[in-house]
């Protein structure tokens, strides 16, 4: 019996379905379980095609494999009520097992993925930008919002303000993307070096240590953007264009550390050998979605906050006279 795998699923559902309560009341006095649940549920079952993708595929090529782990994450800590999920599976060095376990997790996510965005933008009403966190923008996701909403968005000042559900399709395109960065052993990485042979591995860490310069594009980039923002708004002189950019710039940077700490675990290497056996054209065509699928859901960044115009204050009522 399984005990420690439903734990974890049962025990990560209830992580966010707070979190998505917490994050979209409907409310601000009310515990907002439905709006919980419509986070949640959605959000899980993209995580769980994702590993059982991976685990399906394992099994069919008979390596080994573990059910999926979900991490759950106390409320109010990150953005999701969770880490993630993970299956623990033995090594191989044959590339087309590599191959097509790697790239059958993302790729089965994103089945589950697309038409939870689509329906969740769909229940999601265009306005205002309403500040907090602006998420970040893909191909896809754009073109999605373009059809489902009938505009390019974000679009000056206007934006989608996310359903629940829509906010958990979203969570499922970051979350593969990350996934899909063609580094270490993420599952781009995976791929990679089961299409392209042992050679790929030096490829690998230039891409990691090419996270420090988009870093610092991010950062510049958003800067500027957020310096228009303000003088739009009339804010210029009430907070940083700074206190936006170098966060939104840091996700990146987070990102070449903890890529360079896995790398150290696995000692100083960033895959294990594969053999030198060609793949079968099939896989060629499998490696083609995946990197397709890559650049449609890339998001240059991911998160940054948003700036909004400070609320009016009422008219002051004339000497003598009552509002």
Not at 175 to 191: A, E, F, K, R, Y
Not at 266 to 288: E, K, N, T, W
């Amino acid at each position: 019996m399984p005990t420690l795998h439903i734990g974890l699923f049962l025990t990560t559902l209830l992580t966010t379905t707070v979190q998505g309560a917490l994050m979209h009341p409907s409310s601000p006095d009310a515990f907002a379980l439905a709006d919980g649940l419509s986070f949640s549920i959605p959000l899980m079952a993209i995580l769980l095609c994702h590993e059982m993708g991976h685990y399906i595929a394992a099994r069919i090529h008979r390596v080994p494999a573990s059910l999926p782990y979900f991490v759950p994450l106390p409320p109010g800590i990150g953005l999701f009520g969770t880490m993630g999920a993970v299956i623990l599976q033995s090594s191989t060095s044959d590339r087309r097992k590599l191959i097509d376990i790697g790239a059958a997790g993302p790729l089965a996510g994103l089945v589950v993925t697309i038409p939870v965005l689509a329906y969740g933008l769909y229940l999601s009403p265009v306005g205002p930008s309403a500040g907090g966190l602006q998420e970040g923008n893909s191909l896809l996701y754009a073109v999605l919002k373009r059809l489902v909403c009938g505009m390019w968005l974000p679009d000056r000042g206007i934006d989608v303000d996310l359903h629940p559900i829509a906010f958990a399709g979203w969570a499922g395109l970051f979350v593969t993307m990350l996934n899909l960065i063609p580094v270490s052993q993420l599952d781009g990485g995976h791929v990679a070096i089961a299409f392209f042979g042992n050679a790929y591995g030096r490829v690998s860490e230039t891409l990691r240590r090419l996270l420090l310069p988009l870093a610092v594009v991010v950062t510049i980039v958003v800067y500027v953007t957020t310096t228009r923002d303000l003088a739009r708004t009339g804010l210029s002189g009430h907070m940083s264009p700074w206190a936006i950019a170098i966060p939104a710039g840091m996700q990146w940077l987070v990102w070449y550390v903890m890529l360079g700490l896995l790398r150290r675990l696995c000692g100083g290497i960033d895959h294990p050998p594969v053999d030198d056996r060609p793949l079968p054209q099939s896989r060629a065509y499998l490696f083609a979605a995946v990197v397709m699928s890559f650049i449609l859901i890339f998001m240059p960044v991911p998160l940054r906050a948003n700036v909004r115009a400070p609320p009016q204050a009422p008219p002051v009522a004339a000497s003598g006279q009552t509002p």
